[in-house]
């Protein structure tokens, strides 16, 4: 008798469960929220372990945000039949991923490396954080470290609670937010409506941001914060030279294994674009890398089918946008003579 209310408590239990899981999903739903990835080292790495495809085969690219929102990879594979490796880390410099590559002897395909003046050329170790983390997970990954990204692939791929970003327990209590106090600052986040994540990393605002200057505002205010928050001036002298050798020494490592790479400057736009040339005058940083490398590079007002695009929020291109800057910039890699397999992508 007893197993029988046992086991009837326990049927009673799990459907309660089904409930909660089930109104939970459609609620989240409802409110808009739809599938996204969480942009962990294991996403990460499991892009990482596609560079070794061959070279007429795919195209590795590296940076920060801009590159993961302004590259619609859809349309670079459909049109290009080549695969898009999206390593780029949001909030980052891409040095310590474009040193990983370099010392990567396996490694001697496409790079495209997108520079954002700010992160790019930024000593900060915060800014090197999440590449590092991204590297070191890759280096020291588990067979069951594999298989649970695996099950969580599969279980992120149907339900949309899942968002860790966003609708997880410690991001929800973030939302709860205190006034400001000497020496901290509480950041009040960015609208789940910005960023949502692909299984190729590919990162994208919704429709309803793109719409929604409200929206818009709340991100151009954060980054006038950072800019508040960063009392550092732009790296200069000795400490750019560096940098600059750093770069150097990498490409060259690359390309000494037959590696082709190219540089290329994303859209800004507004204050924002107008601050960071001010900061980082183009002859200073932009040119000086091209000419220390000897790489090629797209900087995207030189080309009128780049410079009209307008951000929403000055720094990142809308979905729409993105495929547009995507079609553009395809072709002016074929016009430099980039080579591509023009295989259709199975």
Known sequence: MESKNLAKAG?????????????????????????????????????????????????????????????????WQNITGNHAIQLACVGSTPLP????????KNFKGKLIIDVTEGLFFSLSAGNAKT???????????????RASFHINHLLESQFVFLDKE????????????????PGVYDFPGFPSDFGRVKFNRQEYMTNKFAGDTNLQNIVKNIWVSFSKMNKTPPVAGA??????????NAVDKIKARGGEILFVRTPSSGQFFAAENKGFPREKYWD????????????????????????????????????????????????MGWQFSNKKIM
Request: net charge negative; proline share 4%.
């Open 239 to 248: 400490k750019l030279d560096s940098i600059l050798n750093l770069v150097k």
């Open 97 to 104: 991923i474009l040193e990983n590559l370099a010392n990567d």
């Open 11 to 75: 049927v009673f239990t799990l459907l309660l469960v089904i409930v909660f899981i089930a109104a939970w999903e459609i609620y989240v739903r409802n409110k808009g929220f739809d599938i996204s990835y969480y942009d962990d080292p294991s996403l990460w790495a499991n892009k990482r372990e596609m560079v070794y495809e061959p070279a007429d085969r795919s195209t590795v690219f590296i940076g920060s945000s801009r590159i993961k929102f302004d590259l619609d990879i859809d349309t």
């Open 131 to 145: 590449p590092n983390e991204n590297i070191k997970y890759y280096k020291e990954q588990t067979p069951a470290q």
């Open 166 to 181: 966003f609708l997880s327990l410690n991001s929800l209590l973030n939302k709860v937010h205190f006034a400001n106090r």
């Open 288 to 335: 000086r890398i091209l000419a220390v490398t000897n790489c090629r590079g797209i900087y995207f007002s030189d080309y009128p089918s780049l410079a009209h695009f307008i951000c929403p929020e000055n720094s990142h291109l809308s979905p729409a946008d993105a495929i547009v800057f995507t079609k553009n910039f395809i072709e002016i890699l074929k016009e």
